[in-house]
T-cell receptor, first 113, second 113 residues
Framework: DSGVTQTPKHLITATGQRVTLRCSPR?????VYWYQQSLDQGLQFLIQYYNGEERAKGNILERFSAQQFPDLHSELNLSSLELGDSALYFC????????????FGPGTRLTVL | TQLLEQSPQFLSIQEGENLTVYCNSS?????LQWYRQEPGEGPVLLVT?????EVKKLKRLTFQFGDARKDSSLHITAAQPGDTGLYLC?????????????FGPGTSLSVIP
């Protein structure tokens, strides 16, 4: 158990819908990262937050957005969903600074029908 | 373009064999992590290497960081079925005031009993 929690574990929805994925980092970790992993794309970095502020952006679509709240949990919002958005979405956290070690949650499997 | 390459992409071996997987880049990293991911689960951190030429051992796994801190290798001795999984390397490079972490595409290892 990494100490990072993600909900829900599974999510099935239809095209055009909007969903919110939630992540709680390890106690004491200030940084949260979101990744998308599909079979043909590998682990793709989406976005990073540090202590409530956006720090880095990766290959995140405009239909996707995220935020980190004062209690440091984070939400990833996916809207106007398409079939191709079906993937595993991982959240990771790190203390930030120093070793850059990330601790991953169990993931949310999103299926868009 | 910052890129981490891993080879081989796929590897299938018999239990008891030795193997080495590689992680290469043209960029210099301040640190490099290796993760193992099992199907449907989040990546789990195995090790961090920081110093050029550094060698770390974790039971039957030996990790080496290249002298120039651009590449790394993971050697597994007497592979076991429990070693099966996706091995990901992740390199951290200095980006203004913080380190940016990039993940390689992974090596998928299958150890056959």
């Amino acid at each position: 158990d990494s100490g990072v929690t993600q909900t829900p574990k599974h999510l099935i929805t239809a095209t055009g819908q909007r969903v919110t994925l939630r992540c709680s980092p390890r106690s004491g970790d200030l940084s949260v990262y979101w990744y998308q992993q599909s079979l043909d794309q590998g682990l793709q970095f989406l976005i990073q937050y540090y202590n409530g502020e956006e720090r880095a952006k990766g290959n995140i679509l405009e239909r996707f957005s995220a935020q980190q709240f004062p209690d440091l949990h984070s939400e990833l919002n996916l809207s106007s969903l398409e079939l191709g958005d079906s993937a595993l979405y991982f959240c990771a956290s790190s203390v930030e600074g120093g070793s850059n070690e990330q601790f991953f949650g169990p993931g949310t499997r999103l299926t868009v029908l | 373009t910052q890129l981490l390459e891993q080879s081989p992409q796929f590897l299938s071996i018999q239990e008891g064999e030795n193997l080495t997987v590689y992680c290469n880049s043209s960029s210099v990293f301040s640190s490099l992590q290796w993760y193992r991911q099992e199907p449907g689960e989040g990546p789990v951190l195995l090790v961090t290497v920081v110093t050029g030429g550094e060698v770390k051992k974790l039971k039957r796994l030996t990790f080496q960081f290249g002298d120039a801190r651009k590449d790394s290798s993971l050697h597994i001795t007497a592979a076991q079925p429990g070693d099966t999984g996706l091995y990901l390397c992740a390199g951290a490079m200095v980006e203004t005031s913080y380190d940016k972490v990039i993940f390689g595409p992974g090596t998928s290892l299958s150890v056959i009993p």
